[in-house]
């Protein structure tokens, strides 16, 4: 993942979205899972996210609606509403029953079974730490070779945590822009504050 190329800081964001993704019980690492790191993240790019309401918690929640929340991520909220099956209802029953994470905990079982899937590395780009291989998911290996881009347009040997944010900021498809519009933020904007916020620290 461009381990060599990251500093210290952005090293760290690319494990808390590793980890996310497994404690999600993702089959992959996404972007949406450098967001939710990114979104805890300690300098600046960090505090800007987090500034203009994109928070760990409504990122989550987010990435969590977007996967159907669990048991429920392939089931067709339309069809079985029409045969009288009211999903939110059910999953409100099952939350006050079991717990608020109940569902999230068992679609986590469910989709990793015993172990998450090894793959081979050499053959699909992804993510390993503790013998468990993800891959990564549509646009992350896009997003990072873009911050690398980043960082050489800056004459910046390694990518930061910026980089990381502003590649993943410029994506166009896959979860990340469903999730900021969702939160009504701007991507566009959240760009442009960042560059400033660093500019100004430079």
């Known amino acids: 993942m461009m381990a060599g190329y990251m500093t210290w800081d952005a090293r760290?964001?690319?494990?808390r979205a590793y980890e996310h993704a497994i404690r999600l019980g993702h089959r992959?690492?996404?972007?949406?899972?450098?967001?939710?790191a990114l979104t805890t993240a300690d300098q600046p790019a960090g505090a800007v996210l987090r500034d203009r309401g994109v928070t760990p918690e409504r990122v989550e929640a987010e990435i969590t609606r977007l996967a159907g929340a669990g048991l429920f991520g392939d089931l067709d909220r339309d069809a079985l509403a029409a045969i009288g099956i009211d999903v939110d209802a059910v999953r409100a029953r099952i939350?006050?029953?079991?717990?608020?994470k109940a569902l999230i905990e068992?679609?986590?079982?469910?989709?990793r079974g015993p172990r998450l899937p090894r793959l081979n590395p050499r053959r699909v780009s992804g993510a390993e730490r503790d013998?468990?291989?993800?891959?990564?998911g549509p646009g992350v290996e896009q997003s990072l070779r873009n911050a690398r881009r980043e960082a050489r347009g800056r004459h910046d040997t390694q990518i930061g945590t910026e980089y990381l944010a502003l590649s993943l900021l410029a994506l166009n498809e896959g979860p990340v822009p469903l999730i900021l519009s969702a939160l009504g933020v701007s991507a566009p904007a959240l760009r442009a504050a960042i560059l400033d916020c660093y500019r100004q620290a430079s």
């Open 106 to 111: 068992a679609g986590q079982a469910v989709h």
């Open 28 to 36: 992959y690492l996404g972007g949406e899972h450098f967001l939710l």
């Open 95 to 100: 939350e006050a029953s079991f717990g608020p």
């Open 12 to 15: 760290a964001v690319a494990m």
């Open 131 to 136: 013998g468990v291989f993800l891959p990564h």
